[in-house]
């Protein structure tokens, strides 16, 4: 049995150089969401990646207690988009801190927020099939939730086909408020994750318009190939 009322929580936040305009909205509504995290009862450890032309994970399954402010040295936008090794990299750090730990002292709740700006453009070590498979596995033998959030892109296009259900899917406006209300939804929807007794989340209405956005989000329908998942462990 895994330990209850114990999350995992992992962030992976797009900081390439269209984000610029954005970076003071983005450092301060993900510091509010961080602070609602850390108020919010039950035990949580935190692993924050960003990326641009490479990935950089800049806290590793740390104590939620114990994660600083993002800021300006921190967040730097700049580059390009290698969303695909990030996401792979990411998962890959969590699978092995899990795997090195007994049973009854993994999280029973396991979820990945991943936002971006834009499209795949820089990423060298995974391929959408590499990670549509990691997902998939992840999600089916242990329960983990992944959650797309996007602009300026289709991102339930995008989310599903990497396998991410619709339901976890989001399109936002890349504009200040849009970035206000992205983050406030995403903190809303985290704590009722925790808070619940399913490990499974549906975060999002797709009935609704996007985040901060004038027009809903285009619905795609995508045909896939099955691909054999690599051997990721919790």
Request: with cysteine; net charge negative; charged share 15%.
């Amino acid at each position: 049995m895994t330990k209850e009322n114990f999350t995992s929580i992992n962030v992976i936040i797009d900081a390439s150089g269209s984000m610029a305009h954005l970076a003071t909205d983005t450092i301060g509504n993900f510091n509010s969401f961080l602070k609602e995290q850390k108020e919010f009862p039950g035990e949580a450890v935190f692993t924050l990646c960003t990326f641009n032309t490479d990935y950089h994970l800049v806290h590793d399954f740390v104590k939620i207690a114990g994660i600083p402010n993002l800021g300006a040295k921190t967040y730097v936008p700049q580059g390009g988009t290698a969303l695909l090794d990030a996401m792979g990299t990411t998962i890959d750090s969590v699978g092995r801190k899990l795997a090195g730990l007994p049973e009854n002292e993994r999280p029973s709740k396991v979820i990945f927020l991943i936002i971006t700006d834009g499209h795949e453009n820089s990423s060298k070590r995974f391929d959408p099939a590499q990670i549509k498979a990691m997902v998939e596995h992840q999600k089916d033998v242990y329960s983990w939730e992944f959650v797309f959030m996007g602009a300026n892109i289709d991102a339930i296009a995008a989310g599903t086909n990497l396998g991410i259900s619709m339901q976890n899917t989001l399109n936002y406006a890349p504009t200040s408020a849009g970035t206000h209300q992205l983050y406030k939804s995403i903190s809303e929807n985290m704590s009722s994750y925790r808070g619940s007794n399913s490990s499974r989340a549906d975060f999002f209405n797709q009935t609704q318009q996007g985040v901060g956005s004038t027009t809903p989000p285009v619905v795609t329908t995508t045909t896939t190939t099955t691909v054999v998942p690599p051997k990721t462990t919790k």
